[in-house]
């Protein structure tokens, strides 16, 4: 396995439902980011970990919480989701937080009904 | 505030160029990206410039930076039909903070 994975790639989930995105990287690298891709919107940053820290969390609510045990993991943990969550949610890996190179994963398609 | 603007939609003959343009408001960006998302993908970086260069080549690929103006542009030579896609523009910079700002995306369409 090469690359940056995420899964499930799908996933649909009630407004009262728990669930979790996971992502994991092959790549050695020490930054990890989560992302929101809305229809005709602009890509959002989430957050961003560095060596498992976190260390950007622009203004997300907290029913969307992260979590990176390790520099190759990281975690989208959902709860009491909104239908306008419905979205597909990127993880991305660079080398440190703030390299000129990211690279992305295929992304989860999230549907909450 | 923070804006990066694209066209939504470009269409092109196969073989011709494609210019994907780009504007965006912070002037200190530190990078500047191209990327391309195809059909249930992720995001793939193309290039990328440095805020203190002009142009940028990379094969069919040809990155233009106007700082004066905050305009980037995209130039695919010889666009094939595997070209079709969606490409953001986005600016990065990394000063106490991290902001990786994206455009909304410009669907390329290539015609055989």
């Known amino acids: 396995e090469t690359g940056v994975t995420q899964t499930p790639r799908h996933l649909v989930m009630g407004m009262t439902n728990k669930k979790s995105l996971k992502c994991e990287q092959h790549?050695?690298?020490?930054?990890m980011y989560w992302y929101k891709q809305s229809a005709k919107k602009p890509l959002e940053l989430m957050f961003v970990?560095?060596?498992?820290?976190?260390?950007e969390n622009n203004s997300v609510p907290s029913r969307f919480s992260p979590e990176c045990p390790n520099s190759s993991h990281l975690f989208l943990h959902l709860h009491t989701l909104q239908p306008e969550d419905s979205a597909l949610y990127l993880c991305?890996?660079?080398?440190?937080?703030?390299?000129?190179?990211?690279?992305f994963g295929p992304g989860t398609r999230l549907t909450v009904t | 505030g923070e804006d990066v603007e694209q066209s939504l939609f470009l269409s092109v003959r196969e073989g011709d160029s494609s210019v994907i343009n780009c504007t965006y408001t912070?002037?200190?960006?530190?990078?500047l990206y191209w990327y391309k998302q195809e059909p249930g993908a992720g995001l793939q970086l193309l290039t990328y410039?440095?805020?203190?260069?002009d142009m940028k080549q990379d094969q069919r690929l040809t990155v233009l930076l106007n700082k004066k103006d905050k305009h980037l542009s995209l130039r695919i030579a010889d666009t094939q039909t595997g070209d079709s896609a969606i490409y953001f523009c986005?600016?990065?910079?990394?000063?106490?903070?991290?902001?990786?700002?994206f455009g909304t995306g410009t669907r390329l369409k290539v015609l055989a």
């Open positions: 991305a890996s660079s080398q440190e937080a703030g390299s000129y190179e990211q690279y």
């Open positions: 970990y560095s060596l498992e820290e976190r260390v």
């Open positions: 410039i440095f805020s203190n260069m």
């Open positions: 790549l050695g690298h020490n930054a």
């Open positions: 986005a600016e990065m910079w990394a000063s106490g903070t991290y902001k990786y700002i």
């Open positions: 912070d002037s200190s960006s530190t990078y």
